[in-house]
């Protein structure tokens, strides 16, 4: 019999305020691009890749994790405009639009902590660009054009925020 496997993934989510705020841009880029992907989660900053958990050991692995992060102190995050660009995603080329997060000392502290806890861990994270994404995966190359055009100097001038 096949095991269920619990994937993890560790994210920061903005106060609700900034999350309203955040969606009426990812709302707007839903309609004129056409692309809903982003649209299935919060607006969220992934701090750490997934850990593939046994269904069965997920009690153990949170009792483990949770005593290996109470030392993490609180950190802030800032977004730094909005950007877009091209992923690699099972070899296809993809579009997304996102804001950038300032990479402060304290957020790699946090994220190096994190990756140091290895039990049931998905894959080896070299890189980490943390960002709070707008629209990815379902985009096409017309609809990023036009996305791009309508955001045209929001992308420098956007707002940012602070939590």
């Given at each position: ?20 705020e ?101 894959q ?10 707008l ?22 001038s ?6």
């Amino acid at each position: 019999m096949n095991e269920k496997i619990i994937r993890f993934i560790i994210i920061t989510t903005p106060p609700k305020q900034i999350q309203d705020e955040i969606n009426v841009l990812r709302y707007e880029i839903s309609r004129i691009g056409d692309c809903r992907e982003a649209l299935n989660y919060p607006p969220h900053i992934t701090l750490r890749t997934g850990a593939l958990v046994p269904e069965n050991e997920t009690p153990v692995y949170f009792k483990l994790f949770d005593k290996h992060i109470k030392e993490l102190k609180p950190f802030s995050i800032t977004t730094q405009g909005i950007d877009g660009g091209i992923y690699q995603s099972q070899g296809e080329s993809k579009h997304y639009f996102y804001y950038r997060i300032n990479l402060t000392p304290e957020l790699v502290e946090f994220h190096k902590r994190l990756l140091s806890f290895e039990l049931y861990k998905k894959q080896e994270q070299t890189y980490y660009s943390p960002h709070l994404t707008l629209a990815f995966e379902d985009l096409s190359d017309e609809k990023y054009k036009e996305v791009k055009q309508y955001l045209g100097e929001k992308m420098q001038s956007a707002r940012n925020y602070y939590w």
